[in-house]
């Protein structure tokens, strides 16, 4: 896995998956908040699998 994620998108999505998860944690959204798992797992690799699919890289240097 090549890093295909910039630091302003991992933190994007750090941020966005954790308040979806929050959201559904609490019940103000349903279980589909329970997606932004995904987004911070992401996050954490660095590495987002349908920007490989569409050759989209975010991160200047890699």
Do not use: E, H
């Not at 966005?16 to 349903?30: E, N, Q, R, S």
């Not at 932004?36 to 992401?42: A, E």
């Amino acid at each position: 896995m090549t890093r295909n994620l910039a630091n302003w998108d991992r933190i994007a999505r750090l941020v966005l998956g954790g308040l979806l998860v929050l959201l559904a944690i609490t019940g103000t959204i349903g279980v589909w908040g329970f997606l932004g798992v995904i987004l911070v797992g992401t996050a954490f690799v660095s590495f987002c699998p349908v920007y490989r699919i569409f050759g989209l890289k975010t991160c200047q240097d890699c």
